[in-house]
């Protein structure tokens, strides 16, 4: 069996986390596996090293319909070429482009994983309603389409002709990850201070202006921001100098979740979308008072017991639809 899978960005996210993980199980399952993905990352690294062939292609992230238009010819000639049994699409760009280039090549089963409606952001009435239209057609064009809550699945619900097709699979860790000191935070700031800490990407969704402002109005509150850049870096920058908090909030850049987690003394999470966040997951396992905004799949992920979030699981529930 030969699969597919697509993501629109190569970086390091919630996104690609998922795809490395399933890409990496079916390889072990003895599936002919190949990974494509917008641009390069860390994410190119990681499957690499795990001997798995990724492709590199030319897609746009951004929501338009000549990005929509371009992404299906792109994925449509990657189609013709590797002839997979099983599309597995992930990320918005991509799925609507993939699936309509998918249908166009007759392949037989694409799968479609919602990570997070875009139609949830904070966007104008018509981008809303033009990119729900547009999620609407991914998830027609798809046979099965996975989102990670029951949040999540509400909304695909809502859809017609989408009640059938749609099926909830949480997001999953490994429960018996062992985490470092994160003595790579605590060396930043002195020695006993109370640390809050995030950790995503630096994008609008995240929200980390909110722990930002925060400390300015709390001199006591030390803030811990881990993360690679997705295009809100310097504009985060410009207020932490702006409010003379170069001692109290610091930017690490990307860091593996296992060697910052145990370097807060309080996780907070202030994100204004969220479907179902891995890190959420990882500040419970690391046994962290957890303070977040009650948005999408986050008070799934906080409510229920842990060994619902199981990688094991999460995998055993995806390949069985393939």
Request: glycine content about 8%.
């Amino acid at each position: 069996m030969k699969i597919l899978y697509v993501v629109t960005k190569a970086n390091w996210g919630g996104a690609q986390r998922y795809v490395f993980d399933l890409a990496t199980a079916a390889k072990a399952h003895g599936m002919d596996v190949a990974v494509a993905f917008g641009g390069t990352g860390l994410l190119e690294e990681k499957l690499r090293a795990e001997n798995i062939r990724t492709i590199s292609l030319p897609i746009e992230n951004r929501a338009s319909l000549s990005a929509v238009l371009t992404t299906k010819k792109i994925i449509e000639n990657l189609l013709k070429e590797e002839k997979p049994n099983i599309v597995h699409l992930n990320s918005s760009i991509v799925g609507i482009g993939g699936a309509w280039a998918a249908d166009a090549c007759g392949i037989k089963k694409v799968i479609f994983t919602d990570h997070g409606w875009a139609f949830k952001e904070a966007r104008s009435l018509f981008q809303k309603i033009a990119i729900w239209m547009l999620s609407w057609v991914t998830v027609l064009l798809s046979d099965k389409v996975i989102v990670v809550s029951n949040d999540e699945l509400r909304l695909t619900q809502q859809m017609p002709f989408a009640g059938k097709k749609a099926v909830r699979i949480y997001n999953g860790i490994d429960l018996n990850m062992h985490f470092g000191s994160g003595q790579i935070i605590r060396d930043a700031f002195p020695a006993g201070v109370p640390i809050t800490g995030t950790v995503g990407e630096a994008n609008k969704n995240k929200n980390w202006i909110a722990l930002i402002e925060q400390a300015r109005k709390d001199s006591s509150m030390y803030v811990a921001l881990v993360g690679p850049d997705s295009g809100l870096q310097s504009e985060l920058e410009q207020k932490i100098k702006e409010y003379g908090l170069e001692a109290r909030v610091k930017l690490f850049g990307y860091q593996p979740v296992v060697d910052v987690m145990k370097g807060f003394d309080v996780f907070a999470l202030p994100s204004i979308k969220e479907s179902l966040g891995y890190v959420i997951l990882e500040a419970r396992a690391a046994g962290l008072p957890i303070v977040a905004n009650r948005v999408g799949g986050i008070p799934e992920a906080m409510d229920k017991p842990l060994s619902e979030f199981s990688k094991e699981k999460m995998i055993e529930q995806t390949l069985a639809l393939y």
